[in-house]
């Protein structure tokens, strides 16, 4: 992520809620040698089944033709943090944003001395990305307090921090105002990569300006759940008396690669792997 900030690119960081998904983003980083990192909830990982979850990262980063890095996204829970860790996570988020800064700060420090003594890199966040987050609900959206920012990032070791500057996730309560500002001062006062959350729905040049001003890992869940969504809509629409599963996911997958691609040749990360 420090290649991507020194050269003004973003890393695409892209949710995946089972195999056809991830095989959408993983065919979209393939064909445009783009960097990227595949990153599942909790509850998405509950979803697929932790188990199949852990093996399906591993054989994803093993098979790879470009780099992957495989990331827990907020998680809420140290155990299932310590979990993907030991499993072969690369990178893991904690997410105690809504919790007093003195406890954020001490949780991530807990986090940071298991995963770094692993080997695996911390994101953790400071001010608050709302809207819908799988099946989190929040409709509080704060944004990041610089110098907050800059005292969080000094008191714990993160690889990455997730700043709060106007972005929300889902398509709840989607106002986007983002605050170019107030990324500029972050940035001039933080060296640690920024990550945006809630990226979905915001507009691409928006996401650009934020990559100029900073930003190297941006996080899209939603855009590509839509895209697989619709996939599978249309395919059932052509045919209605299918009932192939292998039918229907291939569309999905491909419905899934083209929003990807889209979004990384935005984030100009196509041909840096
Ligand atoms: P969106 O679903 O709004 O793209 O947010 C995803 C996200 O930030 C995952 O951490």
Redesign the pocket.
Known sequence: MLKARENKYAVPAF?FDNLAMMKGIIQAAEETRSPVIL?VTESAAKHIGIDFCFSIINVAVKKTKVPVVVHW??GFDFELIKKAVDAGFSSVMLDSSLKPFAENVKETKAVCAYAHSKGVEVESEIGHVG?K?DDRISNINFYTDVDEAVMFDKSTQIDALAVAIGTS??LFNKKINLQFDLLKQLANKINTPLVL????QVPLTDLQKCINLGITKI?????LKIAYALGVKKYFQANPGDFDARKFEKIGTDFVKEEAIKKIKAFRSNNKA
């Open positions: 949710n990153m996204d907020h809207g987050e996730h889902g959350h809630g990226s979905s996080n899209i869940g939603t855009d």
